[in-house]
């Protein structure tokens, strides 16, 4: 391997090794006995730091963002051998709402800092929590709540589609275009030559007769969650009308029954 080839390997293991303490050791003229001497002062602990990472407290809080990760304590200021802070997977979620199943923005006012990572909370409560156990919020990676909602909107070419799309793939979530779908449906309601049924007409059951069964079966089919004509005449002739009445037909191509 070329000495080239050697720094660049040190260059990858350094910055893998950058969420932790590492130590780096000039050994230009040293001998062995002398190097393991040097190494074995330099491992050796200080008597007032804690033998272990804790949450400490950003104390004042920031201005914004940006300023928790130079910010530092009175008793930091002087320690030149402190790595740079950095934001955690967690960014700007407060990790003990996440813990709660809530997606909320901390706030730079109530920020602690742990293993050179900086976490915001939304609460001084929440951040005194975390810090009396930070491990028990960090245990698993931050996963976004099966149910979590995010309405995206944007001017043509803003990208809103493609970045729907990202979040499907990550998350697995359901993208629904309103548009298209409002749309779909006002095509498919214009070209029928009647106006059909409106709701869902209930299933069958074990007392119906077959021929109720069958009946019953043609008006499913047939039903629909329609419009009123006047509804339907008012969207043709191009007025005025409330974007809520199309909730259902939203509900609808989510596979939720209605009756």
Same mark, same amino acid.
């Given at each position: 391997?070329?000495?080239?080839?050697?720094?660049?390997?040190?260059?990858?293991?350094?910055?893998?090794?950058?969420?932790?303490?590492?130590?780096?050791?000039?050994?230009?003229?040293?001998?062995?006995?002398?190097? !393991?001497?040097?190494?074995?002062?330099?491992? &050796?602990?200080?008597?007032?730091?804690?033998?272990?990472?804790?949450?400490?407290?950003?104390?004042?809080?920031?201005?914004? $963002?940006?300023?928790?990760?130079?910010?530092? %304590?009175?008793?930091?200021?002087?320690?030149?051998?402190?790595?740079?802070?950095?934001?955690?997977?967690?960014?700007?979620?407060?990790?003990?709402?996440?813990?709660?199943?809530?997606?909320?923005?901390?706030? /730079?006012?109530?920020?602690?800092?742990?293993? %050179?990572? #900086? $976490?915001?909370?939304?609460?001084?409560?929440?951040?005194?929590?975390?810090?009396?156990?930070?491990?028990?919020?960090?245990?698993?990676?931050?996963?976004? /709540?099966?149910?979590?909602?995010?309405?995206?909107?944007?001017? &043509?070419?803003?990208?809103?589609?493609?970045?729907?799309?990202?979040?499907?793939?990550?998350?697995?979530?359901?993208? #629904?275009?309103?548009?298209? #779908?409002?749309? !779909?449906?006002?095509?498919?309601?214009?070209?029928? /030559?009647?106006?059909?049924?409106?709701?869902?007409?209930?299933?069958?059951?074990?007392?119906?007769? /077959?021929?109720?069964?069958?009946?019953?079966?043609?008006?499913?089919?047939?039903?629909?969650?329609?419009?009123?004509?006047?509804?339907?005449?008012?969207?043709?002739?191009?007025?005025? $009308?409330?974007?809520?009445?199309?909730?259902?037909?939203?509900?609808?191509y989510l596979g939720y029954r209605l009756e």
């Amino acid at each position: 391997m070329s000495e080239r080839q050697d720094e660049q390997l040190d260059h990858r293991i350094i910055l893998r090794m950058f969420d932790s303490t590492y130590i780096k050791v000039d050994i230009a003229g040293l001998y062995p006995d002398e190097l !393991t001497d040097v190494i074995a002062f330099r491992l &050796k602990p200080k008597v007032t730091e804690p033998l272990r990472p804790i949450a400490t407290i950003i104390e004042g809080g920031a201005g914004d $963002f940006k300023q928790l990760l130079t910010t530092r %304590n009175e008793d930091e200021e002087d320690d030149e051998n402190l790595l740079p802070r950095e934001w955690s997977l967690w960014r700007t979620i407060d990790p003990v709402e996440l813990l709660k199943g809530r997606v909320e923005e901390g706030s /730079p006012e109530f920020a602690c800092h742990y293993a %050179n990572n #900086v $976490f915001v909370f939304t609460s001084e409560e929440n951040m005194n929590d975390f810090q009396r156990d930070p491990k028990r919020c960090l245990v698993n990676p931050p996963q976004m /709540p099966p149910d979590f909602r995010l309405l995206m909107l944007g001017p &043509k070419g803003a990208g809103v589609h493609t970045q729907a799309k990202m979040l499907e793939e990550e998350y697995g979530w359901r993208v #629904v275009d309103y548009l298209e #779908v409002v749309q !779909t449906k006002l095509r498919e309601i214009i070209a029928q /030559p009647e106006k059909l049924p409106n709701n869902v007409i209930a299933p069958a059951n074990d007392e119906m007769t /077959p021929e109720e069964i069958n009946k019953l079966e043609d008006l499913n089919r047939r039903c629909d969650i329609n419009l009123s004509a006047e509804e339907l005449q008012d969207i043709k002739d191009a007025k005025p $009308f409330p974007a809520w009445k199309f909730l259902p037909w939203i509900i609808e191509y989510l596979g939720y029954r209605l009756e």
